[in-house]
């Protein structure tokens, strides 16, 4: 067996892959980076500006209340129209990318695929686990998965939503990391954000409250077996939890035991693992050097709650 790769090792193999293979094959592409530029901004501009007269019309033509309403909500659909083309001008292009380039990527981390969209029934898990509320839509992005110290591991960039239409509402935004874990358990045990009233997410998890008072005022801890619960939310794992939210640059960090695996949720509005920004040669070096980052550490979770050592989080 392989020995494993320090993250120093990952650091420069990329770089070396960068700049030896990558970069002289991805500046082919720049040409037409320049062609999908000019159509979004043509595009976006076109609607923009649709957006716009719309507007000024409201100052010139004296409409009534209802003309007035809908003046507006074409404005505001058009500036969509004009946000959602550059976005998927830009997606599409980036995936073009990302399907040409990212197998050579993943090999720099060692045991990693990458795909472009989840592949198994995540809703059920989600949902069973209770690590996010419930949704009734969602858009997934990239998804990896891999072993890092024999640690089974997915990585899951999602978009999750109820309701539509004007009434929708996003529940989650961010990224998904399930672990394996290295104790047995069989309940189900859920962090999430302190909540005024603790309302559980689900009719058979109660909350229960930990001695730790820290950690009380940051996290809601529901459980459907206290015992196990407080096996697994060990002091050390709060430790590491409240410190979480800043080393991983997240707005909000939730957590669920469930069927032998740690699921964690960073909520984040940033887009992770983005490349191929249309104002840049498609070569920029920061753009990739930023996601090889981010992807490494999502896998330095493993270190980080010594899910590789047989013994207490």
Known sequence: ?????????????????????????????DGERKGKLLYAILGASFFSMLGTLLLISLFFIKLSNDGTEGALKGAVLMYCFAGGIWYSVKKGFENKIKDKIMSEVCKCF???????????????????????????????????????????????????????GKN???????????????????????????SMFH?????NLRHTTLEDVVFEKKFDVYTDDE???????????????NNMKVAFAAEQVSCAFYEKNLFVALHTSQDLFSLCSLLKPVNDGRQFFQMFEEILSIIKLIDYFKLSQNIGL
Do not use: H
């Open 1 to 29: 067996m392989p020995e494993e790769k320090t993250y120093t090792q990952m650091r420069q193999e990329f770089q070396d892959k960068f700049f030896n293979e990558l970069s002289p094959a991805l500046a082919k592409f």
């Open 110 to 164: 060692g045991n990693l695929e990458w795909e472009k969209c989840l592949l198994y029934n995540e809703r059920k898990i989600f949902s069973c686990s209770n690590l996010i509320p419930d949704f009734s839509s969602s858009i997934f992005d990239d998804y990896f998965r891999g072993s890092y110290k024999d640690v089974g591991f997915e990585i899951i960039e999602a978009k999750c939503s109820v309701g539509s």
């Open 168 to 194: 929708r509402r996003t529940v989650f935004d961010g990224v998904i990391v399930r672990l394996d874990m290295n104790k047995n358990f069989k309940g189900n045990t859920v962090i999430r954000p302190d």
């Open 199 to 203: 309302t559980s997410p689900s009719s």
């Open 227 to 241: 015992v196990e619960a407080r096996y697994l939310i060990t002091p050390s794992f709060m430790e590491r939890l």
